[in-house]
């Protein structure tokens, strides 16, 4: 399990490096997620789908550690996971984006990006505040790496423009080079292409297969639109209703009748 | 007898000024590029390190001498260095427009049989990759940018760091003969082949010898008194002439600083952040920022209006007289310094011209006004006259003789006669060689004498000796009633307006002129956002009625001023549609340096320009494009076709009164 297979479209997937086990997670009375395992390998991009109310975003969350489901368990690199804050979770170097765009409005789009490396930052805060020997370096050596996320995604153009002013496309832009800043073993991407046009799609998907490719960072999205993911992952996990209904390469999960069935709305007969 | 001199220091090629210059400006800076948010540079004795690192790996790739070296990218240091390293070792570089599409590319690196290939990026190999059997001449790649290249199958082609490394390492084996080659290089070897996109038929290739390059640089470097201290930006299409020139044939001869944006997109920053002092823009550049400055001049306060508006009147008065040296009273010219320390100096500044001593503007003409703003500002904007196989200079405007219909006197060096039908030919160190493999255009274009056609057809100005063009010889033509007919003199006018970004006039062997008009998306954007009108795409606001109405406005308003000149009153649009969508390079219909291509238009819009003629009052079309990468799609409009007034010529209303 943990030995490095090949996947079909021969592309070399590394072990195991986060794996759910029969993860349940409730809100009073209604089951957002019933049992579901599933696990991520290193270095794929690993694409959770479903219809709306599915429980996808529940799920990302439970990655993410913002939820702690009720029963099951996630192991992490090898280890068991117990319930951890939000910041423990960053601190183990998981990174994610928003579906509702989160980032300072008022603040230059270089500014937004350099919060993401403040988990990487050991400078106290006096020494912060009077911008003073080890900080003074840090902020170079942390403002290097922001200049190479911003060249990577391409926005040297708006690198000093506040974030208020750009429009859709570029904030989730803006936010991808946030989370990336972060240098995060596993990007959590939440609808990455929600609202955009064929265009910023597009773009959108060039640049997440880049950063897989370059970074070798894992990446586990997800997406409505079905073209987009079937495209991009490696591996998909179908949800309805909060149960797992497939799991596997795009090819196998399109031909899963319960899948066709869950998406097209085929009678049960 | 200069020829003799530079013959004699030994400076005879571009790798030779490049020596030169290592030694005598070692320290100064030669290449700057904007990377990582920081301005990082190179020396001249550090760029001739450079460029030999990667003249060594080409001979270890096996480059020959006459090999053809293409180069497609966007203005980076590492670009110019490849040029100048090809040369190094006797090959010719060949720079390829970056945003050609792969069919384009595919005709030119087979007809040149380029064996290396230079790429920016990866959208540049996999253009090359594309293009595969169709040229099958090509051995080798080199890409500079090396993200998203890792899976790549490297067995035919390198990084350009790991190239310059293993150069490095071959100093020792293949130092003499590149030193043997350099040594080898002659003063009518060829420098650099450039391809003409041509506004018809196949690009040519056009050969420039290291004589039309050096010489040219010297002549107009001495021109404009241009020195080792000056800095340009180098934003232009590396496969321009222009940018040849400027880049790497004055800036050698000269020892000035290139520096490189960090991208097309961030041009304009760069642009403040550098402040150039020798600058050069087509006139859409400068059009541009004339608008951008306007619309927020709209939004400021009633305050800052006012200043804007009070100084800029000033400006207008006196400023073109104080840049040419002209008296202008006391008064004045203390108003003019307050001026500038309140508008004038941070206009100057947000623009990027603060440090500007020479700028320069051609290709196409400039609207008066546009020039008469940024002369008036101080700026030294001159306008000159040229083409590829004259290394870029025909004419020139001296400084304190600038005018806005001229464009100027003969460069150093160049001779000018106007052939009786009134085109112009020239003759001058900088007449390039030959098109390459076609020596049929050749003959056709250069005699024996070395006289060239350039297909311009144009006339001295009596008083001053300065030239003016009219129109494309061949463009010029009568209409069905024998009045004359010269397209561009119109569509000029009209694109001065801001609102009219391209414009194409119809009337060959017709009985009255039509045209189609491309609406500029900025400006007009802006207005629809603040008049409160609402549009979802570029072709719903070109078939904007209120759109259509101030582009009506417009057109009769150069009919007007086209029916005071009895000779060409004749142009005057009857008929005119605002098109549903941008000319566009990528699809044929202008070419890469965004001039019109007009039989293309008038093919691919034949439906259009029928309706235009036989009067009806909307016509439904389809027309193709071409996406970026070079898939294709249609988009269907339907054109509402608008009549406009055309005016009685002065002279037939004399006649008429009489």
Redesign the interface.
């Known amino acids: 399990m943990t030995q490095a297979t090949i996947t079909p479209d021969g592309r070399q997937a590394g072990p195991v490096l986060m794996d759910l086990r029969n993860i349940t997670l409730r809100f009073g009375g209604v089951t957002a997620i019933k049992d579901i395992s599933f696990d991520i390998r290193e270095g794929e991009i690993r694409a959770i789908i479903g219809p709306n109310g599915a429980g996808k975003s529940s799920m990302l969350n439970v990655i993410s550690g913002f939820y702690v489901p009720q029963e099951g368990e996630i192991w992490f690199k090898g280890y068991r996971r117990g319930p951890m804050k939000p910041y423990e979770v960053a601190r183990l170097g998981i990174a994610r984006t928003f579906q509702n765009i989160a980032l300072f409005d008022g603040m230059s789009v270089l500014d937004n990006i350099m919060t993401g490396r403040l988990n990487l930052m050991k400078a106290r805060i006096w020494s912060q505040a009077l911008w003073w020997g080890g900080a003074e370096r840090e902020e170079i050596e942390n403002?290097?790496q922001v200049?190479?996320i911003?060249?990577?995604l391409?926005i040297?153009?708006i690198?000093k423009t506040p974030v208020g002013r750009l429009p859709y496309g570029l904030k989730k832009r803006v936010e991808l080079a946030r989370a990336l800043a972060a240098e995060p073993r596993i990007l959590l991407l939440d609808e990455p292409m929600a609202g955009m046009n064929v265009e910023e799609k597009e773009d959108m998907c060039r640049f997440i297969l880049?950063v897989n490719?370059?970074f070798g960072t894992t990446i586990a999205l997800i997406e409505h639109d079905m073209g987009v993911v079937m495209d991009l992952s490696d591996r998909v996990v179908v949800m309805d209703y909060g149960r797992k209904i497939g799991d596997g390469t795009p090819d196998e999960v399109r031909s899963n009748p319960e899948v066709i069935s869950a998406y097209l709305g085929v009678e049960h007969a | 007898m200069q020829n003799a001199q530079a013959a004699q220091a030994g400076l005879q090629s571009i790798p030779a000024l490049l020596a030169r210059n290592a030694e005598r400006f070692g320290n100064r800076p030669a290449y700057r590029e904007k990377e990582f948010g920081i301005w990082q540079s190179w020396t001249w004795a550090e760029a001739a390190d450079e460029i030999r690192a990667l003249a060594l790996g080409f001979l270890v790739l096996g480059l020959n001498r006459g090999d053809h070296v293409a180069i497609i990218g966007r203005n980076r240091p590492a670009h110019y260095w490849s040029m100048v390293a090809a040369q190094m070792c006797g090959a010719v570089p060949v720079p390829l427009y970056q945003d050609a599409v792969a069919d384009e590319m595919a005709y030119v690196l087979g007809h040149c049989g380029a064996r290396f290939v230079v790429c920016g990026d990866q959208e540049q190999v996999d253009k090359v990759l594309e293009v595969g059997d169709r040229a099958p001449s090509v051995q080798h790649l080199v890409y500079t940018d090396k993200r998203g290249m890792r899976k790549y199958d490297h067995s035919r082609m390198n990084a350009l760091a790991h190239l310059q490394a293993e150069g490095r390492a071959a100093e020792q084996r293949l130092g003499d003969e590149l030193d043997a080659r350099i040594a080898a290089l002659g003063y009518d070897d060829t420098c650099v082949m450039l391809y003409t996109s041509g506004t018809t038929g196949k690009p040519k290739g056009v050969v420039l010898s290291n004589r039309n390059i050096i010489e040219t640089g010297k002549n107009t470097a001495g021109f404009d008194h241009l020195t080792a201290a000056e800095e340009v930006l180098a934003y232009l299409p590396m496969a321009w002439v222009g940018d040849f020139i400027f880049s790497i044939g004055q800036a050698y001869w000269a020892g000035f600083t290139v520096n490189c944006p960090e991208g097309a997109h961030t041009m304009m920053t760069d642009l403040r952040e550098i402040g150039p002092t020798y600058f050069f823009a087509p006139p859409r550049v400068f059009e541009g920022q004339l608008t951008s400055v306007m619309i927020r001049m709209e939004d400021a306060g009633r305050v800052k209006r006012w200043l804007f508006r009070h100084y800029m009147d000033l400006a207008r008065r006196i400023g073109p007289a104080l840049l040419d040296g002209q008296p202008v009273n006391m008064l004045d010219r203390l108003r003019y310094g307050l001026g500038s320390l309140l508008v004038y100096g941070p206009l100057k500044n947000t623009l990027g011209y603060s440090r500007i001593r020479v700028g320069y503007t051609a290709g196409e003409a400039i609207g008066p006004e546009i020039f008469d703003f940024y002369r008036s500002l101080g700026i030294n904007l001159k306008q000159l006259y040229g083409q590829t196989e004259a290394s870029v200079f025909i004419t020139q405007q001296p400084d304190g003789q600038v005018r806005s219909d001229t464009v100027g006197v003969p460069s150093p060096g160049v001779e000018l006669r106007i052939a009786e039908n009134g085109e112009v030919f020239y003759r001058s160190p900088g007449t390039f060689v030959e098109y390459f493999n076609n020596p049929d255009s050749t003959a056709s274009t250069k005699d024996a004498e070395g006289w060239v056609a350039t297909g311009d057809a144009g006339f001295f100005e009596q008083e001053t000796g300065h030239l003016r063009i009219i129109d494309r010889a061949k463009d010029v033509g009568r209409m069905a009633d024998g009045r004359m007919f010269a397209p561009k003199y119109v569509e000029n006018r009209l694109k001065f307006y801001p609102n009219i970004l391209e414009a194409v006039v119809f009337g060959a062997g017709r009985d009255m002129c039509t045209a189609f008009i491309n609406i500029d998306l900025t400006a007009v954007g802006n207005w629809a956002e603040r008049n409160n009108i609402a549009y979802a795409s570029y072709q719903e606001l070109a078939g904007h009625p209120q759109v259509y109405a101030t582009i009506k406005q417009h057109v009769e308003a150069v009919n007007e001023s086209v029916a005071a000149d009895p000779m060409l009153s004749g142009c005057q649009i009857s008929r005119f549609l605002v098109l549903h969508k941008e000319l566009d390079p990528d699809d044929g219909e202008m070419t890469r340096t965004r001039k019109v291509r007009r039989n293309i238009i008038a093919e691919k819009y034949a439906d259009l320009i029928e309706a235009l003629y036989d009067g009806r009052d909307a016509v439904s079309t389809r027309t193709e494009v071409t996406y970026e990468d070079g898939r294709k799609g249609e988009i269907r409009a339907t054109l509402t076709i608008q009549d406009a007034r055309t005016f009685q010529s002065q002279t037939m209303q004399k006649v008429a009164a009489e």
Do not use: M
Request: glycine share 0%; aromatic share 8%; proline share 0%.
């Open positions: 403002r290097e200049e190479k911003i060249d990577f391409e040297q153009n690198r880049d490719d370059e």
